[in-house]
């Protein structure tokens, strides 16, 4: 099949790695999330050889992730697999999650859905990476993104520019420290969040009280 196209990945993907690299260089396994056309699958796995790099879409983008891993043909790309954040997650853990341009076009009980998923999977001292555009105290961040805001709310009003606070939330709920937040090309944001080790023991003890 032609391969999917989307020009936005290949105009991030540059920036996205400078912080990846900073992050996941002692990584085995990551899991992307929302892997869409596959691009930045190949590429981050071919600049990061050490590490595992699982993609993972709904199953309509499957045909198209396959494409670009075959055509790559690298050893650390396993096919990717089926992961709706609404449908059971895989019953495996990674040290590390990623996501990029996904939070957005998500209505907000899948965004809640996601980081209960991310939660599941992800393990003590692991990393969760998201790169987006995101709203900061409750407003936006430039005149571009209040009119992509516009375009996806007649595209489907469920989804949207999320609040970083109320994102951070989330995270912080299921043990994620905020390490680092970008500012990326095109206003866009790449966030690191953490696992707290400390998170997991209090969830040990008081799961065996």
């Not at 691009?39 to 600049?47: G, I, L």
């Not at 895989?90 to 991310?118: C, K, R, Y």
């Not at 606070?165 to 912080?172: G, K, N, P, S, V």
């Given at each position: ?23 996941l ?48 043909a ?18 495996t ?17 899948q965004?809640?859905a996601?980081?209960?998923?991310v ?37 489907d ?9 109320a ?30 080790v ?9 799961e065996?009280?």
């Amino acid at each position: 099949m032609t391969k999917p196209f989307a020009p936005s990945c290949e105009r991030n993907q540059g920036p996205i790695l400078e912080v990846l690299l900073r992050h996941l260089g002692g990584t085995r396994r990551v899991l992307e999330i929302g892997s869409g056309t596959g691009q930045h699958a190949m590429h981050f796995a071919a600049a990061m050889p050490w590490l595992v790099w699982q993609s993972s879409d709904r199953a309509d983008n499957l045909p198209g992730i396959a494409a670009w891993l075959d055509d790559a043909a690298l050893p650390n790309t396993p096919p990717a697999i089926e992961l709706d954040v609404d449908a059971p997650w895989p019953d495996t853990t990674f040290d590390a999650v990623f996501t990029a341009n996904s939070l957005h076009i998500m209505g907000w009980p899948q965004v809640e859905a996601f980081f209960a998923g991310v939660g599941a999977v992800l393990e003590v001292g692991g990393l969760l990476v998201v790169y987006g555009p995101f709203n900061y105290n409750g407003d936006f961040t430039s005149d571009s993104n209040r009119a992509f805001e516009q375009w996806l709310k007649d595209r489907d009003p469920a989804s949207g520019i999320r609040d970083f606070e109320a994102i951070d939330t989330l995270a912080r709920g299921i043990g994620l420290v905020l390490i680092e937040d970008n500012a990326m090309p095109a206003n866009n944001r790449c966030l690191a969040w953490q696992r707290s080790v400390r998170h997991a023991h209090d969830l040990e003890l008081s799961e065996g009280s």
